[in-house]
């Protein structure tokens, strides 16, 4: 440590200064020396799993790989470019099969030039509309009936009515 590091601020604070006077810093050994300055026991992982989501939740620190970790200010030319410029080039294999690919491979006819045997397709049409149609043989069996015939009590509606309003009421 280069210089006294006033040990009442946060130890996010702390963590940011001690990575600007040191640079990047191992996260484990950033750790180390925050507890050591605060006095508080590296097996308190309460309070370092928070110390670690505030420096992940604050947006000035970095993960540069490697456990390791910086001020985001200085990784500014990083930040500048956009996702390619971390792509690796692999070397790029091409199939040989798709050389021979012709045009004939992706034809579609057009509707013309289909030949479609539409007597099939009318003869289903037909044996479907037959299975529709319902025969009755009696006219007896068909009982006609007014609104008027239907025993209704409009007190038992009303209850009815009233008990379920009541349950979506509560």
């Known amino acids: 440590m280069a ?7 946060s130890m996010v604070d702390i963590a940011e200064i001690i990575i600007r006077q040191e640079g990047k810093k191992n996260i484990y050994e950033l750790l180390e020396q925050i507890t050591t300055l605060k006095n508080i026991s590296m097996d308190d992982t309460e309070k370092l799993t928070q110390l670690y989501l505030d420096m992940t939740m604050s947006a000035k620190f970095v993960f540069c790989g490697n456990d390791t970790w910086d001020l985001k200010e200085n990784n500014l030319d990083l930040w500048d470019k956009d996702g390619s410029y971390f792509n690796q080039n692999d070397d790029v294999v091409e199939d040989d099969e798709d050389d021979n690919i012709t045009v004939d491979d992706y034809y579609i006819p ?37 609104e008027d015939d239907i025993d209704f009590d409009d007190d038992d509606y009303n ?5 379920y309003e009541d349950m979506y009421d509560k």
């Open 3 to 9: 210089k006294q590091i006033d040990t009442t601020k």
């Open 110 to 146: 057009e509707e013309n030039e289909l030949e479609l045997d539409t007597d099939d397709e009318d003869e289903d049409v037909e044996k479907d509309e037959e299975d529709d149609v319902i025969i009755l043989e009696d006219e007896d069996d068909i009982v006609a009936f007014e």
């Open 159 to 163: 209850e009815i009515m009233d008990d």
